[in-house]
């Protein structure tokens, strides 16, 4: 017997952006690798998280916004 049961798409439907959207307005550190670059080849944000997206967060640091695309970040730590 065949099963339309899909895992991915029930129960189990759970990303990353989905567990930062529940930490907005905490302090973050967001580790993030640019390859291309020279001058920013290994950075660090601090902030509060601000916004999260499938493929982007904002940080929120004073008085600067930083948009980060997910295909930079290394690892992101709760503060």
Excluded at 43 to 68: A, P, Q, R
Aim: without cysteine; charged residues 25%.
């Amino acid at each position: 017997m065949y099963n339309n049961y899909n895992p991915i798409n029930n129960y189990y439907h759970n990303y990353v952006d989905d567990y930062l959207k529940e930490n907005i307005g905490k302090r973050i550190e967001v580790h993030v690798s640019f390859s291309d670059s020279i001058e920013w080849r290994d950075s660090l944000f601090k902030g509060y998280l601000d916004s999260v997206g499938k493929d982007y967060i904002v940080i929120n640091d004073n008085d600067k916004k930083y948009v980060i695309w997910a295909i930079y970040i290394d690892y992101v730590v709760l503060l």
